[in-house]
């Protein structure tokens, strides 16, 4: 099994740099966007599956600056990667709606990317968007609107490119709670009525958003709700004609409500008859027209043809990653590293399998260490330790704490006890930026520290290096397994400070890890610690978190103000080369 990259993917090929635009084309000029880093090879698989000669299209590279150019305001550069790796193929037409097929994408749908172009300002194109193997896909909407502009010569508005990269990163995040077709039909329900109506008030938005999650049977939280209405009260300010997006919009809820009928072995839906010719199209349909052949064992979805999904094994509705936590596909999300690459889940080895690999062997592990092959990269930008047999494959906490007994057990067993790879995307950023602030705090990486957690101008504490380190394993395996449990362990109690699940198990975790209510033991790791820098470690860790989910305690401590964070800023100013 793969593993794959969280948001990026697709929204990058959408700020693709071109010099001369092309005019529009009666018949409609085709256009392919290849990732930069991709090998020749590979480009050359992409091109078999889409069918697409070089002769006959325009081809255009997108490159990983494409990417933070258009996502930095909204996915942290950790995540963001240095590498590119998807692809587009767009073909402007006259009529139809917008129809999407995707290869390889599992974290973006082909119903993401539609209703994502329709707020673009799109109304009618065939676009495929694909990769050699599994990735994320968020980079991918990138290059279809850059394909779109060049194909059509037509510059589509900025501020609408820019919602519609916003919609992609709400829809993932949302939906990795409630899965990603769940999250696709609210938004995509709540932009025909709020679109057709003219609806702009704050309050008439959240009620229609809350009553469609209940009538789908959808739970929503309070954040979930406020960043969905922000969303759409920022669309609904945009000058958008009804009727042009009407046929996109319908398609994809057909769409929708076909897949969970046949999911639930319902009657599916009749499907809606376009009331528009699809005239000024030349037949030739590049979303039917694929070799899926060419990438071997391909996950695919389309707009066009709902049980494609479920046929290829492309889950669109799984929602959230505390369910299962062995790291299988089922286990929500699938990620991919920060720069596109994909490690074999359960592998003995720790060679990283290539797209052209990929597409050669299906799904065979690979052992063949190739010059191609790179290491995946963690949230930090550090090697993964992935497939843990080989000790040469470390994370800076692991690398710093090699001297700790739980380490070399790991390392003998070959487990990775701070393995990320069931978590979210969302919670594996938030596992990063703990990972920055335990290396700063504990290990007395100042430069890191202030990476984290603003106006930090000297350590709080000083620790020796070897506790430094085995804290930070302790601290980080204790806030993984939180991760990893989603609550579902979680009693509450009358002593609960948080709204947050997780900070109410991690306050209580960190009690025990820092003795604040009971004196340390022989063999804890801060017995030879004072009870007032214990004191200061847990509630400078704390403040930390509490910054990083956005709430405080009912009941605050004075003690460790200096952890002034947010979410933002620890995102944004680690751009180290290795992410």
């Known amino acids: 099994m793969k593993k794959r990259n969280i948001i990026v993917a697709m929204l990058c090929s959408m700020c693709l740099a071109v010099s001369t635009p092309i005019p529009a084309m009666a018949d409609a000029t085709k ?38 150019n258009l996502l930095g305001k909204y996915i942290p550069s950790a995540q963001i990667g240095t590498r590119t790796l998807s692809c587009a193929y767009v073909k402007p037409t006259q009529s139809g709606g917008i129809k999407v097929r995707t290869a390889n994408l ?17 109304n009618n194109c065939e676009v495929v968007a694909a990769c050699p193997y599994e990735v994320s896909g968020t980079g991918a909407l990138t290059g279809v609107m850059k394909a779109y502009e060049s194909a059509s010569g037509q510059e589509l508005d900025s501020t609408k490119k820019d919602l519609a990269a916003k919609e992609v990163v709400v829809t993932g ?38 009553n469609i999650a209940v009538q789908n049977g959808v739970s929503l939280s309070q954040d979930e709700l406020d960043t969905i209405v922000s969303l759409l009260q920022q669309i609904a300010q945009q000058n958008y004609d009804i009727q042009e997006m009407k046929q996109t919009l319908e398609n994809i809820q057909q769409n929708l409500e076909q897949t969970k009928a046949q999911e639930e072995g319902q009657p599916t839906p009749t499907p809606i008859e376009s009331d528009v010719a699809d005239e000024g199209n030349d037949g030739d349909d590049i979303t039917a027209n694929v070799d899926s052949g060419a990438l071997g064992d391909v996950k695919e979805t389309s707009t066009e043809d709902p049980g494609l999904a479920e046929q290829t094994g492309a889950d669109t509705n799984n929602a959230g990653s505390s369910e ?16 596109g690459t994909v490690v074999d889940e359960g592998s003995d080895t720790d060679a990283t399998e290539t797209p052209d690999e990929s597409a050669d062997s299906s799904n065979e ?40 007994d739980s380490t070399d057990a790991s390392e003998e067993s070959g487990e990775d006890t701070l393995n990320t790879d069931a978590l979210s995307e969302d919670d594996k950023a938030k596992f990063q930026q703990a990972q920055q602030f335990c290396q700063g705090e504990y290990e007395g990486d100042l430069a890191v520290l202030q ?26 395996e204790g806030y993984l397994e939180i991760l990893n449990d989603g609550g579902a362990t979680y009693v509450p109690a009358d002593t609960d400070m948080y709204l947050t699940t997780a900070l109410n198990m991690l306050n209580a975790e960190l009690k025990t890890v820092f003795s604040i209510e009971t004196e340390p033991a022989a063999d804890d790791i801060l017995v030879n610690v004072d009870a007032e820098t214990r004191q200061k470690l847990y509630s ?29 800023t620890s995102g944004e100013e680690n751009t180290e080369e290795a992410y």
């Open 31 to 68: 256009v392919v966007t290849l990732g930069a880093d991709l090998t020749e090879d590979q480009k050359n698989t992409m091109m078999n599956y889409f069918k697409a000669d070089s002769s006959q299209v325009q081809i255009i590279t997108v490159t990983n600056q494409d990417e933070h």
């Open 106 to 122: 599992n974290y973006v749908t082909c119903n993401m990317i539609a209703t994502a172009l329709s707020t673009a300002g799109v």
């Open 173 to 210: 995040d949302v939906g990795q709670q409630v899965g990603q077709d769940n999250a696709t039909n609210i938004i995509n329900q709540a932009k025909m009525q709020i679109i057709g109506d003219n609806i702009q008030n704050a309050d008439e938005i959240y009620n229609i958003v809350n």
């Open 324 to 339: 299962n936590t062995d790291g299988s596909d089922e286990s929500g999300i699938p990620e991919a590293t920060e720069d």
């Open 365 to 404: 592990e690979n052992t063949d260490s190739s010059t191609d092959q790179i290491p995946e990269a963690t949230e930090d930008g550090s090697e993964s330790a992935d497939n843990a047999d080989t000790a040469d494959t470390e994370t800076p906490d692991e690398s710093t704490s090699e001297d700790s």
């Open 451 to 476: 990476g984290v957690v603003a106006d930090v101008t000297e350590l709080p504490v000083t620790l020796d290096a070897e506790t430094g380190s085995k804290l930070t394993k302790k601290v980080l």
């Open 540 to 568: 400078d860790t704390m403040k930390f978190f509490e910054k990083l989910y956005g709430e405080e305690a009912e009941t605050s401590s004075d003690e460790g103000t200096t952890q002034e964070n947010t979410e933002e």
